[in-house]
């Protein structure tokens, strides 16, 4: 009886997601403090959707924990970025902030809130940069939910 090789399935990329906080007409920016190679770099919060999460569960909850804010999750902003040789994937959404809550860095070593005019004022992770990309139209007009 020949015996049958099995075939590898190719796994799914591993979902990246994070949030783009607009208020007041800037967005809110996170400098990484670790690991070192990403240290002093500026990203969106956010973090890896775990088992039995939907992408938005996921941002939520990373939110609360990054930055201690509880947030409603809206549309998605750009297009899927693929990461580390395409093993994984960012998905970036639009949050507003619930109840008054103000952002802290928790996790991060200091934030600042940027205007259009300052996007390139902080060095970004490049993964981050297609996002950044599309935030002047947005911030200038407030055009998400």
Same mark, same amino acid.
């Given at each position: 009886?020949?015996?049958? #090789? +099995?075939?590898?399935?190719? #796994? +799914?990329?591993?979902?990246?997601?994070?949030?783009?906080?607009?208020?007041?007409?800037?967005?809110?920016?996170?400098?990484? +403090?670790?690991?070192?190679? *990403?240290?002093?770099?500026?990203?969106?919060?956010?973090?890896?959707?775990?088992? %039995?999460?939907?992408?938005?569960?996921?941002?939520?909850?990373?939110?609360?924990?990054?930055?201690?804010?509880?947030?409603?999750?809206?549309? #998605?902003?750009?297009?899927?970025?693929?990461?580390?040789? /395409?093993?994984?994937?960012?998905?970036?959404?639009?949050? #507003?902030?619930? /109840? %008054?809550?103000?952002?802290? $860095?928790?996790?991060?070593?200091?934030?600042?809130?940027?205007? $259009?005019?300052?996007?390139?004022?902080?060095?970004?992770?490049? *993964?981050?940069?297609?996002?950044? $990309?599309?935030?002047? %139209?947005?911030?200038? /007009?407030?055009?998400? +939910?």
């Amino acid at each position: 009886m020949p015996q049958e #090789r +099995s075939v590898k399935q190719p #796994r +799914s990329p591993r979902v990246i997601v994070a949030a783009v906080i607009i208020t007041g007409g800037r967005v809110l920016a996170c400098e990484r +403090s670790s690991p070192p190679e *990403a240290a002093g770099r500026w990203e969106f919060p956010g973090g890896k959707v775990e088992a %039995g999460e939907s992408d938005q569960q996921a941002l939520a909850r990373e939110c609360v924990e990054e930055l201690g804010v509880r947030v409603e999750v809206g549309d #998605r902003v750009g297009p899927d970025v693929p990461l580390a040789h /395409g093993r994984a994937v960012l998905r970036v959404f639009a949050v #507003r902030l619930l /109840g %008054g809550d103000q952002p802290r $860095a928790l996790e991060h070593r200091s934030m600042r809130w940027l205007a $259009a005019d300052e996007l390139d004022s902080v060095p970004w992770l490049p *993964a981050d940069q297609p996002i950044v $990309a599309e935030l002047p %139209g947005l911030l200038l /007009g407030e055009g998400l +939910s």
